[in-house]
C-alpha cells in the first residue's frame, strides 16, 4: 500500500508567478483535502476534492483553486504569488470525504520571494 | 464556528518524566476530536481519535488522550516521555454537521531534555 506523495518537495517562486503542486493519494483513497501551514502556525483548510468535484472550501481566494484527476491524483494551483503564501503546503487523501482516516503527505515548501 | 487553542506553545520535559500537552475547544455543535504529531521536516501523523464512546483514547507511541465534554477538553498525555517523542503536537477539531475539514490548533512543541 503506497502513501501519500507530494512534489515537489520544496520550491522558490517570486512574486507574481504562478504555481502548481501535485499530489498522488494513497491507493484506495477517493478524497483529497489541502491545507496551507504557515510558519509557527496550525495548518489551514483550503479545499477539498471528492470524485472529481470541489467538496467544500475553506477561506481563500478564487487564485487558490484545484483538480483532482480520474485516478484520484490532485493539483493545488495558485496564481499571483504573493509573499505571504510562503508556507508548507500538505496534502491529505481518505475514503469517502472521510476526515477521520486521513494520511497526510510530508508537504511541499513554497518560498515566494 | 469552531476554534481550537493548544494552551502551550512549547512543553519541556525530561526524558522518562510524565507529560501532558493541553487542547481546548469550542464550538456549537458536537465534534470529533485528534492529536496528530509532526515531526520535523515531515508531513502529519495521527496519534489518536476521539469519534465516540469511551473518552479515554489510547493511540500509537503510548500517548492516551481524554475526552471530557463539560470542560471541552482533550488533553494529550504520555507517562514516560523518550527522546524520539521529540516533535510538534497539533489538537484538531471536525465539526459532525459538516466533516469535511479539520480546525486545527497552533500546535505545541515537546522538548525532551536528556
Known amino acids: 500500500e503506497t502513501g501519500v506523495t507530494q512534489s515537489p518537495t520544496h520550491l522558490i517562486k517570486t512574486r507574481g508567478q504562478q504555481v502548481t503542486l501535485r499530489c498522488s493519494s494513497q491507493s484506495g483513497h477517493n478524497t483529497v483535502s489541502w491545507y496551507q501551514q504557515a510558519l509557527g502556525q496550525g495548518p489551514q483548510f483550503i479545499f477539498q476534492y471528492y470524485r472529481e468535484e470541489e467538496n467544500g472550501r475553506g477561506n481563500f481566494p478564487p487564485r487558490f483553486s484545484g483538480l483532482q484527476f480520474p485516478n484520484y491524483s490532485s493539483e493545488l494551483n495558485v496564481n499571483a504569488l504573493e509573499l505571504d503564501d510562503s508556507a508548507l503546503y500538505l496534502c491529505a487523501s481518505s475514503l469517502d470525504r472521510a476526515n477521520y482516516g486521513y494520511t497526510f503527505g510530508s508537504g511541499t515548501r513554497l518560498t515566494v520571494v | 464556528a469552531q476554534s481550537v487553542t493548544q494552551l502551550d506553545s512549547q512543553v519541556p520535559v525530561f526524558e522518562e518524566a510524565p507529560v501532558e500537552l493541553r487542547c481546548n475547544y469550542s464550538?456549537?455543535?458536537?465534534?470529533?476530536l485528534f492529536w496528530y504529531v509532526q515531526y520535523p521536516n515531515q508531513g502529519l501523523q495521527l496519534l489518536l481519535k476521539y469519534l465516540s464512546g469511551s473518552t479515554l483514547v489510547k493511540g500509537i507511541n503510548g500517548f492516551e488522550a481524554e475526552f471530557n465534554k463539560s470542560q471541552t477538553s482533550f488533553h494529550l498525555r504520555k507517562p514516560s516521555v523518550h527522546i524520539s517523542d521529540t516533535a510538534e503536537y497539533f489538537c484538531a477539531v471536525s465539526p459532525m454537521d459538516s466533516n469535511y475539514q479539520l480546525i486545527w490548533g497552533a500546535g505545541t512543541k515537546l522538548i525532551i531534555k536528556p
Open positions: 464550538s456549537s455543535v458536537s465534534v470529533y
